[in-house]
């Protein structure tokens, strides 16, 4: 039976699960204060990584916090006056990176990120871009052998779950991206894994074809919610009242917002994140690279290089600090000495971060006609259209292809 669903949020999350509801014939509407694909989903470093199983949080994370915070080029900051509020999430966060929760958090990501390329395939093909996923893999540069030796939890999580990863020295590294011409004592090539060359051109033809298929996007915020007994009944909205009867919830960073009204309360953080665009940079990259000592990716996009990166917690309604960005563009002319910085951008994006690094996706606890599909942190773009598909065969009745348990919003 075909229902009437409203979904609020247009970013890759929200535009992806509207593109498999209508596709399922549903009668879908989209709400978002934005065009599609204008908030955290604009920026990001468009890396496609079915691999990317292993939780931020993992056993010594609070020993090497210390060290990131005081690094002037690090790739942490917490602006101070902040700290008070994101502490609850913080020790959540700790909590999570236990050696068994992260085992567990490692087995309930794999199966949703393998489905990747596999769920934007249709949609990608409908939409008529296809040239947007390049399945290039990616490689990842260390400049010493000691942190690969630090991070050995974290390539054996990914190995154990069946991610190819391929051990390179120097010139392996040189061999596939002869553009790197620094000395990195190693090297992995992860085969598998590919990247989205324009994550906003993505989202916003997603929501083209989705409103060439029947489906409806209106621009304005979503004020509040009117909440019967029965659930929500209403979107009080900049531009009127708007009758709902399903809700979807797909709001980023803010869905907590919504989720509170409609009785589950998850402790979702914005964790801010930086880019730093040159769109004639002098030189283009045949793949990803990943520096895993400062925690950035470089990405060949169409728009040119791209590097991406940094964790600031500072809430979600302060002014961007754009010396974060700066700290990047200082890393990327290390890599790279002679790259062109004329006409280059800075971003700021908030990622919809959960202490565990699991998304929220399933029915609402106290609603039936309430779904979420929200909190993906650093792999929203990956898990996208996996979490559409999923929700889609929730709404339909059908069973998903996935335990659903570990992403249920009470498990806090
Ligand atoms: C620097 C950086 C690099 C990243 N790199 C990657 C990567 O390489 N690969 C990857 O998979 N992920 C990456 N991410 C994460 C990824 O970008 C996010 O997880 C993803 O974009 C989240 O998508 P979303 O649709 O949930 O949220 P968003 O894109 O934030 O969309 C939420 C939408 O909800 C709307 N909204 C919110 N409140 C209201 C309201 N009250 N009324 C109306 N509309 C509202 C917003 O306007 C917005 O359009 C990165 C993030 C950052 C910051």
């Given at each position: 039976?075909?229902?009437?669903?409203?979904?609020?949020?247009?970013?890759i999350v929200?535009v992806a699960t509207?593109s498999y509801?209508?596709?399922?014939?549903?009668?879908?509407?989209?709400?978002?204060?934005?065009?599609?694909?204008?908030?955290?989903?604009?920026?990001?470093?468009?890396?496609?990584?079915?691999?990317?199983?292993?939780?931020?949080?993992?056993?010594?994370?609070?020993?090497?916090?210390?060290?990131?915070?005081?690094?002037?080029?690090?790739?942490?900051?917490?602006?101070?006056?902040?700290?008070?509020?994101?502490?609850?999430?913080?020790?959540?966060?700790?909590?999570?990176?236990?050696?068994?929760?992260?085992?567990?958090?490692?087995?309930?990501?794999?199966?949703?990120?393998?489905?990747?390329?596999?769920?934007?395939?249709?949609l990608?093909?409908?939409?008529?871009?296809?040239?947007?996923?390049?399945?290039?893999?990616?490689?990842?540069?260390?400049?010493?052998?000691?942190?690969?030796?630090?991070?050995?939890?974290?390539?054996?999580?990914?190995?154990?779950?069946?991610?190819?990863?391929?051990?390179?020295?120097?010139?392996?590294?040189?061999?596939?991206?002869?553009?790197?011409?620094?000395?990195?004592?190693?090297?992995?090539?992860?085969?598998?894994?590919?990247?989205?060359?324009?994550?906003?051109?993505?989202?916003?033809?997603l929501?083209?074809?989705?409103?060439?298929?029947?489906?409806?996007?209106?621009?304005?915020?979503?004020?509040?919610?009117?909440?019967?007994?029965?659930?929500?009944?209403?979107?009080?909205?900049?531009?009127?009242?708007?009758?709902?009867?399903?809700?979807?919830?797909?709001?980023?960073?803010?869905?907590?917002?919504?989720?509170?009204?409609?009785?589950?309360?998850?402790?979702?953080?914005?964790?801010?994140?930086?880019?730093?665009?040159?769109?004639?940079?002098?030189?283009?990259?045949?793949?990803?690279?990943?520096?895993?000592?400062?925690?950035?990716?470089?990405?060949?996009?169409?728009?040119?290089?791209?590097?991406?990166?940094?964790?600031?917690?500072?809430?979600?309604?302060?002014?961007?600090?754009?010396?974060?960005?700066?700290?990047?563009?200082?890393?990327?002319?290390?890599?790279?000495?002679?790259?062109?910085?004329?006409?280059?951008?800075?971003?700021?994006?908030?990622?919809?971060?959960?202490?565990?690094?699991?998304?929220?996706?399933?029915?609402?606890?106290?609603?039936?006609?309430?779904?979420?599909?929200?909190?993906?942190?650093?792999?929203?773009?990956?898990?996208g259209a996996?979490t559409g598909?999923?929700?889609?065969?929730?709404?339909?009745?059908?069973?998903?292809?996935?335990?659903?348990?570990?992403?249920?919003?009470?498990?806090?």
């Amino acid at each position: 039976m075909t229902k009437k669903i409203t979904l609020i949020g247009a970013g890759i999350v929200g535009v992806a699960t509207a593109s498999y509801l209508r596709r399922d014939g549903h009668d879908v509407t989209v709400v978002d204060m934005r065009p599609p694909g204008e908030y955290c989903s604009f920026g990001n470093a468009g890396i496609l990584s079915p691999g990317s199983c292993v939780p931020l949080a993992t056993p010594g994370i609070h020993w090497k916090v210390p060290g990131y915070l005081a690094d002037p080029m690090g790739p942490l900051t917490i602006r101070w006056a902040y700290l008070p509020k994101a502490v609850p999430w913080l020790l959540r966060f700790l909590a999570a990176s236990n050696p068994q929760r992260v085992e567990r958090i490692a087995d309930a990501l794999r199966p949703l990120l393998r489905q990747t390329f596999d769920a934007y395939e249709p949609l990608v093909r409908d939409a008529g871009v296809t040239d947007l996923i390049r399945k290039t893999g990616y490689v990842v540069a260390y400049d010493k052998r000691s942190s690969y030796v630090g991070d050995t939890l974290a390539w054996k999580l990914r190995r154990d779950r069946g991610v190819v990863v391929e051990e390179l020295d120097d010139a392996g590294i040189k061999s596939l991206v002869p553009q790197l011409t620094q000395h990195y004592e190693v090297g992995l090539y992860l085969p598998e894994q590919g990247y989205v060359a324009n994550p906003e051109r993505l989202t916003k033809a997603l929501a083209a074809r989705f409103q060439r298929d029947g489906g409806v996007v209106r621009q304005r915020e979503v004020l509040d919610i009117e909440v019967g007994p029965a659930g929500p009944r209403a979107l009080i909205t900049s531009a009127g009242r708007m009758p709902v009867e399903t809700l979807v919830i797909c709001a980023g960073s803010h869905s907590n917002e919504f989720s509170e009204k409609l009785g589950d309360r998850v402790p979702l953080e914005a964790e801010r994140g930086y880019h730093v665009t040159y769109s004639d940079p002098g030189c283009t990259l045949p793949m990803p690279v990943f520096m895993p000592e400062h925690k950035f990716f470089i990405t060949p996009m169409e728009m040119g290089l791209r590097i991406a990166g940094q964790t600031e917690f500072a809430g979600i309604a302060a002014e961007p600090d754009y010396a974060r960005a700066d700290i990047l563009d200082k890393h990327m002319r290390r890599v790279f000495p002679k790259i062109s910085a004329v006409d280059s951008t800075k971003w700021m994006g908030r990622r919809p971060s959960m202490p565990d690094s699991l998304p929220v996706i399933g029915q609402g606890t106290k609603f039936a006609n309430v779904y979420y599909a929200f909190g993906h942190g650093h792999v929203g773009l990956c898990s996208g259209a996996p979490t559409g598909r999923l929700v889609a065969d929730l709404v339909a009745g059908r069973k998903p292809n996935i335990d659903l348990t570990p992403y249920r919003p009470d498990r806090f």
